[in-house]
C-alpha cells in the first residue's frame, strides 16, 4: 500500500506526535509499505529518507503551548506537489483541524483520508469559531481516529462526528531492553520535558522537591529537555541545587536508559495533554510512574493500577507520594510489574494493525488519492500568511 501522513508540526522541535508519526511510518515500512510523510522542517534539519519537507514552519500559540506550523499559499502549493508525486492509496492526516499542513491537505485532497485527532481541549472557543471554515474540509475525510477518549471527546464536541480510539503506539521492547546507566541509578526521579513550558509541570515538581529531599537526602533529580536551567532551579535553596542534574536534550537511546535507571518517574503535567505518551514509555521500560491525575493520564494508566497519581498541581501531594515510593522498593517492584503488563496494549505490533484495518477499510474498491481542483476557491477563504 502507498501511503502518505501528513505531521502538522516542525520536525525538528522533537513532540508527541511528531513521535508518533515517525514511529508509525517505519512501523508501515518494516511491514513492506510505501510511505512518504509530507512535515514543516527548517532547511537545515536531516530527514530520513521517507520525509518530504514542506518548507520553514513559524511559532504558534497552540492548545497551551507554542506549535510550529506551516501554512500559506506556498504551503498549499507543495501539498499538492507531494499528492500528485505521491499517488497514493491513503493519506493519512494528523490534527486537520490545525492551521497547518494537515487542514491544507484536506482541502487539497480528495479519495481516501483518515484523520488523526490528538487535541483534548474541553474549551476551545477557536474550534468552535473555525467550525464553518474547517467543515468544508472535515467532510472529505473518510475515517477518524483518535488517540484516546478525551480527544475524541474534543471531536464530538467541537466538531461533531464521532471516531474510533486508537492510542498512540510504542515500541514496548526498544524500552524494555535497554541497558540501565550506573550514574543515574540510586535514589533518582526521572522528568522528561521541555523545561519552560509551563503546563509540562516542572515548577510543581521544583516546589515539591525540597520536601522530598527534607525526608530522603540523597535522592536526585534528573531532568531531560530543552530549556533554561538557571531559571528552572531558581526557586530551590541554593543548596538543593545541586541535587538537580540537567542533561539537557537526549537520544532516544538515552531515553529509553534513563527511564530503565530511575526508581520513580513522575510526570507532574498540568493540562492540555491527550494521552500522554511519556508514561507509555516510562512503563515500557519499568519504570514507577507518579502522575499527575489528568483525565488522559489516568487512563494511561488503569485508573491508578500501573501507577500511582497525586491532585494535579498539588505538590504537596506529589512530595508525599514520592517520598513513600521512594521508601517502598516492594511497591515500586509491583508498579513494574503491573505497568510491564498493562502497556503491551499500546505496543505498534497492536496499534499498527488497528490502523491498517482502518486504511483498509476506507481504500477498499475506492480510487487512489488525488487533487481536488477546488482548492484554489477554498485558498481564498483565508489561506494567507507566510511560509
Given at each position: 500500500m502507498r501511503i502518505g501522513i501528513v505531521c502538522p508540526y516542525s520536525w525538528d522541535v522533537p513532540g508527541g506526535v511528531q513521535f508518533h508519526i515517525r514511529d508509525l511510518a517505519e512501523h508501515l515500512i518494516r511491514l513492506g509499505h510505501e510511505v512518504s510523510v509530507l512535515a514543516p522542517a527548517d532547511d537545515e534539519t536531516p530527514l530520513p529518507p521517507y520525509v518530504v519537507s514542506a518548507g520553514r514552519a513559524v511559532p504558534v500559540p497552540y492548545n497551551g503551548s507554542v506549535a510550529r506550523l506551516n501554512f500559506g499559499f506556498l504551503s498549499a502549493a507543495r501539498v499538492r506537489r507531494?499528492?500528485?508525486?505521491?499517488?497514493?492509496?491513503?493519506?493519512?492526516?494528523?490534527?486537520?483541524?490545525?492551521?497547518?499542513?494537515?487542514?491544507?491537505s484536506c482541502w487539497a485532497a480528495q479519495g481516501p483520508i483518515?484523520?488523526?485527532?490528538?487535541?483534548?481541549?474541553?474549551?476551545?472557543?477557536?474550534?468552535?469559531a473555525a467550525y464553518p471554515i474547517l467543515q468544508p474540509a472535515l467532510e472529505k475525510i473518510s475515517a477518524r481516529i483518535a488517540v484516546s477518549e478525551y480527544a475524541r471527546r474534543t471531536l464530538v464536541e467541537h466538531l461533531g462526528g464521532d471516531a474510533v480510539v486508537i492510542p498512540n503506539g510504542v515500541d514496548v521492547d526498544f524500552f524494555a531492553k535497554a541497558e540501565p546507566n550506573p550514574e543515574w541509578q540510586g535514589g533518582t526521579i526521572g522528568f522528561i520535558g521541555r523545561i519552560d513550558e509551563p503546563r509540562k509541570g516542572l515548577p510543581v515538581l521544583m516546589k515539591a522537591l525540597p520536601k522530598i529531599l527534607a525526608a530522603r537526602p540523597g535522592t536526585r533529580l534528573l531532568v531531560a529537555g530543552r530549556g533554561d536551567e538557571e531559571e528552572a532551579v531558581a526557586s530551590l535553596p541554593a543548596g538543593m541545587r545541586e541535587r538537580v542534574e540537567f542533561l539537557g536534550m537526549v537520544s532516544d537511546e538515552d531515553k529509553a536508559r534513563l527511564l530503565r535507571s530511575v526508581d520513580v518517574y513522575v510526570a507532574p503535567n498540568t493540562g492540555g495533554e491527550s494521552f500522554g505518551i511519556i508514561l507509555v514509555e516510562a512503563m515500557s521500560a519499568g519504570a514507577p510512574v507518579l502522575a499527575s491525575d489528568l483525565d488522559a493520564f489516568a487512563q494511561v494508566l488503569d485508573q491508578g493500577a500501573a501507577g500511582e497519581l497525586f491532585g494535579n498541581e498539588d505538590a504537596e501531594a506529589l512530595a508525599k507520594a514520592a517520598i513513600r515510593l521512594l521508601g517502598d522498593p516492594v511497591r515500586r517492584t509491583e508498579l513494574r510489574e503491573r505497568g510491564s503488563a498493562h502497556v503491551r496494549r499500546f505496543d505498534w505490533s497492536t496499534v499498527g494493525a488497528d490502523i491498517l484495518a482502518v486504511y483498509e477499510t476506507v481504500t477498499d474498491g475506492a480510487a487512489s488519492v488525488a487533487t481536488d481542483e477546488r482548492l484554489g476557491l477554498r485558498a481564498r477563504w483565508g489561506l494567507g500568511g507566510r511560509d
Open positions: 507531494w499528492l500528485h508525486d505521491g499517488t497514493f492509496d491513503v493519506i493519512h492526516i494528523h490534527e486537520p483541524a490545525s492551521p497547518s499542513l494537515g487542514l491544507l483518515v484523520a488523526t485527532f490528538h487535541t483534548s481541549n474541553p474549551r476551545s472557543r477557536a474550534m468552535i
